[in-house]
T-cell receptor
Framework: DAGVTQSPTHLIKTRGQQVTLRCSPKSGHDTVSWYQQALGQGPQFIFQYYEEEERQRGNFPDRFSGHQFPNYSSELNVNALLLGDSALYLC????????????????FGPGTRLTVL | GNSVTQMEGPVTLSEEAFLTINCTYTATGYPSLFWYVQYPGEGLQLLLKATKADDKGSNKGFEATYRKETTSFHLEKGSVQVSDSAVYFCALSLYNQGGKLIFGQGTELSVKP
């Protein structure tokens, strides 16, 4: 059973550029959440996708956007990159709350390390 | 608001020592509580969880009990190993918020042989 996968593993960009990160959820999961983890900090919630729509959003600017595809995979897009966007970006998958005993458990991928120069 | 507070690290222990990492939370409602572990250069792995008061989560010798009266979920292990060296994150989620996780700042554990 494949777990959550993310690509690419590492990425280096310059200020002002745009980046797209990709995530495939764990088999059987239909909900994808994205988190940003700055160095030495806990992950911060960016947004969550279910049924190809953004269900919730954390305190992140509109430069951060996402998409979910019919096969439940997801992309995170960041426009106009800033130095402060350098972080580990984590994708987590789960079942929608209320469906199954494990519906409130999120499983994380290995992350994409983004460096903005 | 909803938040999680963990004891500051780093925590340095000798092999076979007893481990406690404190975690307290503030939440509007009845959260589920989690401990995740992050090994160097990796993503987060679920270590254990508890979904209601007095539940005890356990895995790989680690335990944590959901204490509603003290709003705590402290992580314990009776005898740590060098391989337990990692960063540990306490987190909560609320059903009415779609299950998004709110994390503490993490506690780094270093176990010396």
């Amino acid at each position: 059973d494949a777990g959550v996968t993310q690509s690419p593993t590492h990425l280096i960009k310059t200020r002002g550029q745009q980046v797209t990160l990709r995530c495939s959820p764990k088999s059987g999961h239909d909900t994808v959440s994205w988190y940003q983890q700055a160095l030495g900090q806990g992950p911060q919630f960016i947004f969550q996708y279910y049924e190809e729509e953004e269900r919730q959003r954390g305190n992140f600017p509109d430069r951060f956007s996402g998409h979910q595809f019919p096969n439940y995979s997801s992309e995170l897009n960041v426009n106009a990159l800033l130095l402060g966007d350098s972080a580990l970006y984590l994708c987590a998958s789960s079942c929608i709350p209320g469906r199954g005993d494990q519906s409130d458990t999120q499983y994380f991928g290995p992350g994409t390390r983004l460096t903005v120069l | 608001g909803n938040s999680v507070t963990q004891m500051e690290g780093p925590v340095t222990l000798s092999e076979e020592a007893f481990l406690t990492i404190n975690c307290t939370y503030t939440a509007t409602g009845y959260p589920s509580l989690f401990w995740y572990v992050q090994y160097p250069g990796e993503g987060l792995q679920l270590l254990l969880k508890a979904t209601k008061a007095d539940d005890k989560g356990s895995n790989k010798g680690f335990e944590a009990t959901y204490r509603k009266e003290t709003t705590s979920f402290h992580l314990e292990k009776g005898s740590v190993q060098v391989s337990d060296s990692a960063v540990y994150f306490c987190a909560l989620s609320l059903y009415n918020q779609g299950g998004k996780l709110i994390f503490g700042q993490g506690t780094e554990l270093s176990v010396k042989p």
